[in-house]
């Protein structure tokens, strides 16, 4: 039987509200650390409505400034995000800034072409079942070069066994049509929204943890696709 302190000593519980700073900017509660109090009330609706409504913020130039180091102190006993986030490498779509989310808010899972495998979804299953996040966000984007690579069979080094956990996106994205190539823009999209979609298929059907969780309503699973352009995460819904 696992316990979150046999896991992480670092999840062990903490008494915030012992060293919880009364003011941390002016944003009401927004630069608050996440709390397993917090973490609890924040459903799995309310963990999505706070990326909304961080990608918001983002794409209006509004971000919200606060303390990092005074967070990062605050956290430094016990993490409680609420959310875990399967994105890419990119060095234009980090996590914590295309939704405004700052120190202890979110898990990042990152890897090129954010695919899940055994060792993201063990990683999903700690963030989740030991840690408590809420919600799972697969966030792919556009004009991903891991994608365009999986798209070309491009062979290099360790590269090309990373690559292959693309292939069944593209061949899905291909299927009843023709195959595109790279150079189409439409394609390489259809083929990214086809391996947010996977991602979130290989979840449930290698994780009855996270199926469980899921089932019973305590973490939702949702696609996401932030455009490199504008900044905007666009969400699936279904
Ligand atoms: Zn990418």
């Known amino acids: 039987m696992f316990t979150r302190r046999m896991i992480c000593g670092c ?3 903490v008494p915030f509200a012992m060293i919880a700073r009364p003011s941390l900017g002016a944003e009401g509660d927004t630069c608050a ?6 973490q609890r009330e924040t459903s799995p609706a309310k963990a999505l409505a706070r990326l909304k409504a961080g990608n918001e913020r983002f794409v209006s130039g509004k971000t919200i400034n606060c303390d990092l180091l005074a967070q990062a102190q605050e956290t430094a006993a016990g993490q409680a995000p609420f959310a875990a986030i399967v994105g890419c490498m990119d060095s234009r779509v980090p996590p914590e800034l295309v939704f405004d989310q700052k120190i202890g808010d979110v898990f990042d899972a990152r890897i090129a072409g954010n ?4 060792n993201i ?3 999903l299953e700690f963030a989740t079942k030991v840690a408590g996040a809420r919600l799972i966000c697969i966030l792919g984007h556009s ?3 891991a994608i365009k690579g ?3 069979n491009v062979e290099l080094g360790n590269l090309t066994a990373t690559l292959k956990n693309i292939r069944p996106a593209v061949e899905m994205a291909a299927a009843g049509g023709k195959a ?3 150079k189409d823009p439409d394609f390489v999209q259809k083929v990214a929204d086809a391996n947010v979609a996977l991602a979130e298929r290989f979840i449930l059907d290698n994780s009855p943890t996270i199926k469980e969780m899921v089932n019973a309503g305590s973490v939702r699973i949702v696609g996401a696709m932030n455009d490199l352009a504008t900044g905007r995460v666009r969400f699936f819904e279904s």
């Open 115 to 118: 695919f899940v495998d055994t």
């Open 121 to 123: 979804l063990g990683s």
């Open 11 to 13: 999840l062990a519980a």
């Open 143 to 145: 004009d991903c070069g």
């Open 180 to 182: 595109g190539t790279s």
């Open 150 to 152: 999986a798209i070309d």
């Open 33 to 38: 650390v996440f709390t397993p109090a917090r």
